[in-house]
């Protein structure tokens, strides 16, 4: 059980010691083993330079962190969110929120109009921070980013990635931050009427598993569907997770080259078990041209 959310200090690392941390901690969660890690030299390197390296803090004793630096794209200057990861005993408590929250208060205290970072599709947690709760918007779909990665949760697996563009004061980043968020009720709703880009349907194992991909059409909205917990998936029924890769990714490339966007994520329940999806919705379309006249 974590200790009260009050107990936690979220503040930049200072010393030798606290960037030793990271290091371990990258080890704990991820479990690294030719993988190599943040060293502590590059951490300072980074946080001395433009950069920012937070931690979560009870006392010493670091349970969370969040590594990131500068980016630029030829256009702008934005904060890019490299790592974030926090102790498993520490996970589900809400300190993965207020690592980002605190990340956010440092960028907008340089300037900086935007924070951006990948996440993996499949992982519905990361969606669900991402999106429903940070406000954050998913622009673009990156296949196999990363190659292969040795460490015990992506060995074997293809490293997509979705891009996730935190616009900082946007109205609805502050107010999803703030606790304004659709009722679950109104989730549900949403997904009765969306439609469904993936069709899935149980397997032996009593997990889904996809069977069909659809492009989306029309005016309404769309919804494409995720694995509710990855790692169940991974343990208790291995031989979907490239077929549910391969039908997301195909889902979210038709999508987004039909200039479709991702408008929200949301878990819902239906019947006796719960689902994640991500909402998306349609390019809105081009503006009238005024008709010319004398």
Do not use: C
Not at 80 to 97: A, D, I, K
Not at 128 to 155: C, E, F, M, T, W
Not at 268 to 274: A, C, G, L, P
């Amino acid at each position: 059980m974590a200790a009260p959310k009050e107990e936690i200090l979220y503040r930049r690392l200072r010393k030798p010691e606290e960037y030793r941390q990271v290091e371990e901690l990258q080890r704990k969660i991820w479990g690294h083993r030719d993988e190599p890690t943040l060293s502590p030299g590059l951490q300072r390197a980074v946080q001395d330079n433009g950069g920012i390296v937070l931690g979560g803090f009870v006392d010493i004793y670091l349970v969370g962190f969040t590594f990131g630096f500068l980016g630029w794209d030829g256009q702008t200057l934005y904060h890019y969110s490299h790592l974030t990861g926090v102790r498993p005993e520490y996970q589900h408590h809400g300190v993965g929120f207020r690592l980002k929250l605190a990340q956010r208060d440092e960028v907008v205290e340089l300037g900086l109009p935007q924070i951006r970072w990948n996440f993996d599709p499949l992982q519905s947690r990361n969606a669900n921070l991402a999106v429903r709760k940070l406000g954050a918007r998913p622009d673009r779909y990156l296949v196999h980013y990363y190659g292969q990665i040795s460490d015990r949760i992506h060995a074997g697996q293809e490293t997509d990635r979705l891009r996730a563009v935190w616009t900082l004061e946007e109205p609805r980043v502050v107010e999803r931050i703030g606790g304004h968020r659709p009722t679950r009720e109104e989730e549900a709703a949403r997904w009765e009427r969306a439609q469904p880009l993936l069709e899935t349907e149980e397997g032996p194992s009593g997990l889904r598993r996809p069977v069909a991909v659809a492009e989306p059409s029309g005016a309404g909205e769309a919804v494409l569907e995720i694995p509710f917990d990855l790692m169940v998936l991974m343990e208790h029924d291995p031989e979907s997770v490239r077929p549910w890769r391969h039908a997301v990714r195909d889902a979210f490339r038709a999508a987004f080259d039909l200039g479709w966007t991702v408008d929200d994520f949301a878990v819902v329940r239906k019947e006796h078990e719960r689902r994640a999806g991500y909402f998306l919705r349609p390019p809105s379309p081009p503006a009238p041209v005024p008709s010319g006249g004398n």
